[in-house]
């Protein structure tokens, strides 16, 4: 039987589990497509599904015994998730049960949905945007109560609107200048010397610098930073590592050279998600166990965002040239460009008076942070420092932002900024014109209006199957 809407265009039926696969009270199987109604009919033993309604029903298999009872819903074309006919069995959330009623859909004739495929159908039937769709993928992965929040923003159409917004001033500012370039005796001024256009390129420049700045703020937020932990042997490295995850999940001993391998873990610091990285000591040796793993921790060093140098506040009496010593193997200008020095062990000085302290390392200012592992003394003011280092400070309504949002961003903006100089330098209309609509090109990438297939499908591989 079928109920399908005739004006919706319909793909064949995938099928899916969209419940984590485990034990659970309740499991639901997704299908979407031109037979899901008529699959979700035969399996509960239903002769019609209303609309939107939990129909209690006993799923059958072939030969008519129950495999399991539960709930069916029914969503009809065009007002349902991906825009298709879609079905949602609900049963137990046993692994066996779920798979059994899985392989039933597909003896009814879906198949198995690929990776994003149903939101893959949502966008395609202009559903949901592309931001949101990523967006989808960010609040299931969230590890934060920012990132989920900021993923549901984005998810609703806020960070969308935004560009749209910005889209449409681009295509009006197109459409005025390319119709005066098509009629200048309409004109009774040269447009290009008259200060409408240039007003309003710097207004889009205005606000594409405030999206950017969000953005980042965004991506930040979704992707966090790098911070590497580095320092001679028995520095306090491994500690810190313990008392910035809360846990003790590194071995710390008074042996030098405990830590041998690279060790890492990943923690949200006051809204920031670090992938944290403890390292082993640096220092020579004949060992060539810890060889190896000092030659793994300079390369995390090469890969950080942050480097985290921690030092002996009570034994060490030139930071700076310990700096210089352990990281002699590496570019020091970008080491130093990327470095908060950490003087641990700050509980056994006897005179704390180092808070305006600073140190010139190549050339870059840098006041190190004195905390105690042992006392968790200035832990928070690391924290602050290290958010200040990246310039996490994301606003209330921060939106999740992807590295191919800023990099589309950016373009945009450097086609503007083009189309800037055509109209003051030049006075190229055509010229202006072109920057105008490459920059317009550049933003209808974020959303998906101008995507590549090869996009497309790198963006919704990596979803869950069930979405």
Request: one cysteine or more.
């Amino acid at each position: 039987m079928s109920n399908t809407n005739a004006t919706t265009p319909m793909q064949p039926t995938i099928a899916a589990i969209a419940t984590p696969i485990g034990q659970g009270g309740v499991g639901v199987i997704r299908l979407s497509g031109r037979t899901a109604y008529a699959i979700g009919c035969a399996m509960s033993d239903k002769a019609t599904l209303t609309p939107r309604h939990a129909h209690f029903a006993k799923f059958k298999d072939a030969q008519g015994a129950t495999i399991d009872e539960g709930v069916v819903i029914y969503f009809k074309a065009p007002h349902s998730f991906t825009g298709e006919d879609v079905v949602e069995i609900q049963g137990h959330g046993g692994v066996v049960l779920q798979n059994l009623l899985l392989a039933r859909c597909f003896e009814l004739g879906a198949r198995q949905a690929t990776a994003g495929e149903f939101s893959m159908r949502a966008f395609e039937n202009d559903k949901i945007d592309l931001v949101q769709a990523e967006a989808i993928s960010d609040a299931i992965s969230a590890t934060s109560i920012a990132q989920a929040t900021s993923a549901i923003r984005s998810l609703s159409g806020e960070f969308s609107n935004k560009i749209n917004e910005l889209l449409e001033k681009l295509t009006t500012l197109r459409l005025y200048v390319e119709a005066s370039i098509d009629f200048p005796d309409e004109e009774d001024v040269d447009f290009l010397s008259d200060g409408v256009i240039e007003n309003k390129i710097n207004d889009i420049l205005a606000k594409l610098d405030g999206i950017l700045a969000t953005a980042e703020q965004g991506q930040l937020l979704r992707d966090g930073v790098q911070v590497v932990l580095a320092g001679k042997p028995n520095a306090g490295k491994s500690s810190l590592l313990n008392r910035l995850a809360g846990v003790e999940r590194a071995i710390v001993t008074d042996v030098a050279g405990t830590t041998r391998d690279t060790l890492e873990e990943r923690v949200n610091l006051d809204g920031l998600t670090v992938h944290l990285t403890d390292t082993a000591g640096l220092r020579q040796t004949d060992d060539k166990v810890e060889q190896i793993g000092i030659h793994r921790a300079i390369d995390a060093i090469s890969r950080a965002d942050v480097l985290l140098m921690v030092y002996d506040a009570a034994a060490e009496k030139d930071p700076v040239a310990l700096a210089k010593e352990l990281f002699a193997t590496e570019n020091f200008d970008d080491v130093s460009k990327k470095l908060l020095m950490v003087a641990n062990k700050s509980d056994l000085l006897q005179d704390l008076n180092v808070s305006c302290e600073t140190f010139d390392v190549a050339g870059v200012d840098i006041a190190p942070v004195y905390v105690s592992c042992e006392t968790g003394f200035g832990i928070d003011e690391l924290i602050a420092k290290l958010k200040d280092k990246v310039g996490f400070h994301p606003p209330e309504n921060s939106l999740i932002a992807r590295t191919r949002h800023i990099d589309a961003l950016k373009r945009a903006k450097a086609h503007t900024l083009d189309a800037k100089e055509q109209l003051t330098v030049f006075f190229a209309g055509e010229l202006v014109a072109e920057s105008l609509r490459l920059s317009q090109q550049a933003l209808g990438e974020i959303t998906g209006q101008m995507s590549a297939d090869e996009l497309l499908g790198k963006i919704f591989s990596s979803f869950c199957i069930g979405k």
